[in-house]
Structure formats: structure tokens, C-alpha cells
């Protein structure tokens, strides 16, 4: 009885001897192991306006990695690698992070990048990873910026025959004209300044451009020029002129250098 009992016990931990002996080691990883933890780039979307440069920076953290290169390069073409950046800084003696910059600028392809990451570990091994990003360009327009006749208006309405009217409005430039926005030299096409809600999405007041003032019969077919007026610095205008028939009343500015034309109208009533 004792004996088999003694037997068992024996056999018990030779077979838990066993068993661990061939259970897997939860040991640490390698020393010379080496990977690639994370890649970002900034900014992202790259957007360049016109002649600036933009400079974008991909950011790599590795683990057990002693040498990293990083390249550059626009979807279908080379790569630059390494490219010019800064030194590595650890964020501990396994962890660390690696910057490399490259500067874009108009002659750059628009479209999607991509980051090429090599880490290099210490005893030869080799991790690679790649992320992507997106460049855009905004090109600039030196053609005319667009203007408008705001809040024009011919009153009274109606009016007794031979009183004057009053014609009033404001004549104004944009700053935004659907997607372009004038960047104080050229219309430029993209961005968010344009966007509905923007606080710098509105026009601007002209000052000191001319005015004409033409006149049209309700039953007529030409229009009549009746006078010139100059807009004041805050891009109103105001004058008065006698009216003797019903009649469409329109001022138009007909355009200068780096402005469109634009006009406006209004109709009138004349009562005996």
C-alpha cells in the first residue's frame, strides 16, 4: 500500500517535471529583435499655396532599432532615403523616436506620398513600414477680382412726376467668390476661408471708383445715360435725379484694373 502510494507520488512529479520542461518559456524577446511601432507624418494634408515651401516631418518610433532611414516619395516615383532631419531621440534605451523632414514646394506632384521606414537593429535584423499622405496644391489666379452693387435702391416708389429719387447702394469687392479667396495679390483657389459660417467670408467696400447711371422707358428699348457718380471711401454712392417717366433705373461700374464690372437695377413708378 505504501509502496504503491510512493510509486505514484514519484511518478506525479516526474510528470510535473515533465511538464515543465516542455511548456514554452515566457522570456523576454530577443536582444537583437528590432520593430517599427508607429509612423506618422505632419501635417497631413500637405497643402501648398502658390511659391511657398512647406516643410512635412514623418515621425517613426521603434523598439530595439540602432539605426533608422526614412524616405520620401510621391505615389509611382523614387524615393529620397535617408533624408535630411534631425537626430534620434530616445524615449528610453529600447523605445525611441525618429525625425526626418523634407520640404515640399510648387514643383512637388500633388497627390498621394508615401513614407518609407527601414529600422536596423543591433544585431542586423530589419524592420520595414510605410504610411501615406496626401499633397494638394492652390494655385493662384491674377485675374480680376469680382464685384458686386450692394443694396441698391431708387426711392421713392412710387414717385410724383418731377421729384427727384434718391439712388443709393454700395459697391464692394470680395474677398471670397465661391472657392477663390484673394490673398492681398491674387485670387487663390482652395482652403477654408471661403466656407459658409467663416468670419472672413464677406466683401469688401471700394472707394473712389466711378459709377454710371442709365435709365431705361417701361416701354422703351435702350437705356439712356443720365450722370457719373463717384463712390465715397466706404464704397457708397448717392445722388439724386428728377423723374418724369416709369422706368428702370440701373448703375453700373463698369470694371478698372484688377476689378470685374458689376450693376445693379431697380424699377420706379411715376404718378401724376
Not at 98 to 105: G, Q
Not at 128 to 147: D, I, L, M, N
Not at 150 to 163: I, L, M, N, Q, T
Amino acid at each position: 500500500m505504501f509502496q504503491r502510494i510512493a510509486t505514484v507520488l514519484v511518478a506525479a512529479a516526474m510528470g510535473a517535471s515533465a511538464l515543465a520542461v516542455a511548456a514554452p518559456a515566457l522570456a523576454d524577446p530577443a536582444p537583437d529583435a528590432v520593430s517599427i511601432e508607429s509612423v506618422s507624418v505632419t501635417p497631413d494634408p500637405v497643402v501648398i499655396h502658390g511659391r511657398e515651401k512647406v516643410a512635412v516631418t514623418a515621425t517613426v518610433t521603434t523598439v530595439g532599432a540602432e539605426d533608422v532611414k526614412i524616405g520620401f516619395g510621391p505615389a509611382g516615383g523614387s524615393a529620397c532615403n535617408p533624408c535630411p532631419g534631425s537626430a534620434p531621440a530616445s524615449a528610453s534605451p529600447e523605445v525611441k523616436k525618429w525625425d526626418r523632414t523634407i520640404v515640399l514646394d510648387r514643383h512637388d506632384p500633388s497627390g498621394k506620398w508615401f513614407v518609407y521606414v527601414e529600422a536596423i537593429g543591433a544585431g542586423g535584423k530589419v524592420a520595414e513600414a510605410k504610411a501615406s499622405f496626401y499633397v494638394k496644391h492652390v494655385r493662384p489666379h491674377h485675374g480680376p477680382r469680382a464685384t458686386r452693387v450692394a443694396g441698391f435702391d431708387a426711392s421713392p416708389e412710387p414717385v410724383k412726376k418731377g421729384r427727384k429719387l434718391s439712388l443709393t447702394g454700395k459697391l464692394q469687392v470680395a474677398r471670397c467668390y465661391g472657392d477663390w479667396w484673394w490673398d492681398g495679390d491674387a485670387y487663390v483657389v482652395g482652403g477654408s476661408r471661403c466656407d459658409d459660417g467663416y468670419r472672413w467670408h464677406n466683401w469688401r467696400y471700394v472707394g473712389w471708383k466711378d459709377i454710371k447711371v442709365f435709365f431705361k422707358r417701361a416701354h422703351g428699348s435702350k437705356w439712356e445715360y443720365v450722370d457719373t457718380i463717384t463712390t465715397n471711401p466706404d464704397g457708397s454712392f448717392y445722388t439724386k435725379i428728377p423723374a418724369y417717366w416709369s422706368g428702370t433705373w440701373k448703375v453700373v461700374f463698369p470694371g478698372s484694373r484688377g476689378l470685374y464690372g458689376s450693376s445693379a437695377t431697380d424699377y420706379v413708378k411715376v404718378v401724376r
